[in-house]
């Protein structure tokens, strides 16, 4: 068999792609430009949560939050590695970012504006991750879908931080109980933009299903989202901002709105509240950390060249 002809039974018979195998390069193609872009939405993710670390109201909940950030980080460089078992550069991609030639997700460039947004951000926007990224375990590509495994335990873990911190919340004052809202208000179609454009406008979808990559189309991952977030904002006792939002017994599930997608294209090409200020602070931050790159680089080299010169 050809490698093509390998390849296409691999995909057949639901096995995995690994990086030594033959694959078509629109394959390889399209699995960077995806793990990149969710890599850098991992590590960009640690700005908005990152900004209430040191206004948390308690040590407790300073802790929790670090703990999360870090776990983000973390989930970045996963994403990275299994980037690079396809050839790709991560210094490459990061310079791909920061100048705007690879995208981070949208839900990413709005403001944190109260500490009841680090809990919508845990319950809303880790739940929204959970229900695309849960099938990425079963991704055709296997370094990718090994790394999703972690990744989706501890985002399960990051989602119900940020519901018990919300459930806390609407147990307290009315003050705090108008927070939540507040933060669920400006979040909920956001999070529902989180899973691309409707399916018919989305260029990448169908090929990326056809080779198992993913495993859901955007609108069945965003109806199962509704669906799962629905029952939970009335146990927390809060409002979705949505007037269409009713369950439809015909169907069996929750018929909801239209995001403003206009909206998610502007912010897509840059134009969203903190597009600018987020890749302006990553881009510091690859500047201030370029000397500790260098001396990595320098001290690997050096073991390299005393090893060489220990086996003459």
Same mark, same amino acid.
């Given at each position: 068999?050809?490698?093509? &002809?390998?390849?296409? /039974?691999?995909?057949?018979?639901?096995?995995?792609?690994?990086?030594?195998?033959?694959?078509?390069?629109?394959?390889? *193609?399209?699995?960077?430009?995806?793990?990149?872009?969710? #890599?850098?939405?991992?590590?960009? !993710?640690?700005?908005?949560?990152?900004?209430?670390?040191?206004?948390?109201?308690?040590?407790?909940?300073?802790?929790?939050?670090?703990?999360?950030? *870090?776990?983000?980080?973390?989930?970045?460089?996963?994403?990275? =590695?299994?980037?690079?078992?396809? !050839? #790709?550069?991560?210094?490459?991609?990061?310079?791909?970012?920061?100048?705007?030639?690879?995208?981070?997700?949208?839900?990413?460039?709005?403001?944190?504006? =109260?500490?009841?947004?680090?809990?919508?951000?845990?319950?809303?926007?880790?739940?929204?991750?959970?229900?695309?990224?849960?099938?990425?375990?079963?991704?055709?590509?296997?370094?990718?879908?090994?790394?999703?495994?972690?990744?989706?335990?501890?985002? =399960?873990?990051? *989602?119900?931080?940020?519901?018990?911190?919300?459930?806390?919340?609407?147990? !307290?004052?009315?003050?705090?109980? $108008?927070?939540?809202?507040?933060?669920? /208000?400006?979040?909920?179609?956001?999070?529902?933009?989180?899973?691309?454009?409707?399916?018919?406008?989305?260029p990448n979808s169908a090929r990326s299903m056809a080779w198992k990559i993913k495993r859901h189309s955007n609108d069945e991952l965003r109806q199962r989202f509704v669906d799962m977030s629905v029952p939970q904002a009335e146990a927390l006792g809060v409002t979705l901002p949505d007037p269409e939002l009713r369950w439809n017994a015909e169907? &069996?599930?929750?018929?909801?709105?239209?995001? $403003?997608?206009?909206?998610?294209?502007?912010?897509?090409?840059?134009?969203?509240?903190?597009?600018?200020?987020?890749?302006?602070?990553?881009?510091?931050?690859?500047? /201030?950390?370029?000397?500790?790159?260098?001396?990595?680089?320098?001290?690997?080299?050096?073991?390299?060249?005393?090893?060489?010169?220990?086996?003459?």
């Amino acid at each position: 068999m050809t490698g093509e &002809e390998i390849f296409a /039974d691999t995909i057949a018979r639901d096995q995995r792609v690994e990086p030594r195998d033959w694959m078509p390069d629109g394959y390889r *193609q399209t699995l960077i430009r995806q793990i990149a872009q969710h #890599a850098h939405s991992e590590i960009i !993710g640690m700005q908005p949560e990152g900004e209430w670390i040191t206004r948390a109201p308690s040590l407790r909940r300073k802790a929790i939050l670090l703990a999360k950030v *870090q776990d983000e980080a973390g989930h970045g460089l996963y994403l990275y =590695s299994a980037a690079e078992t396809l !050839g #790709a550069d991560r210094g490459d991609l990061t310079q791909r970012l920061i100048e705007g030639r690879q995208k981070y997700s949208s839900i990413f460039n709005y403001p944190t504006l =109260s500490f009841a947004d680090v809990g919508v951000i845990g319950w809303l926007v880790d739940g929204a991750a959970i229900c695309n990224q849960v099938p990425l375990c079963r991704s055709s590509f296997g370094p990718y879908a090994r790394a999703m495994i972690r990744i989706c335990k501890e985002e =399960s873990f990051h *989602q119900r931080q940020g519901y018990e911190l919300l459930m806390t919340m609407m147990g !307290g004052t009315p003050e705090q109980r $108008d927070m939540v809202q507040d933060a669920v /208000d400006r979040w909920w179609w956001p999070s529902l933009m989180m899973f691309g454009p409707p399916d018919a406008d989305s260029p990448n979808s169908a090929r990326s299903m056809a080779w198992k990559i993913k495993r859901h189309s955007n609108d069945e991952l965003r109806q199962r989202f509704v669906d799962m977030s629905v029952p939970q904002a009335e146990a927390l006792g809060v409002t979705l901002p949505d007037p269409e939002l009713r369950w439809n017994a015909e169907r &069996e599930h929750y018929d909801f709105g239209t995001p $403003d997608w206009s909206e998610l294209q502007r912010v897509i090409t840059g134009d969203g509240p903190l597009n600018r200020q987020r890749i302006a602070r990553r881009r510091q931050a690859d500047s /201030d950390g370029a000397w500790v790159r260098e001396a990595a680089a320098a001290y690997a080299e050096k073991q390299r060249s005393a090893g060489n010169g220990s086996g003459r």
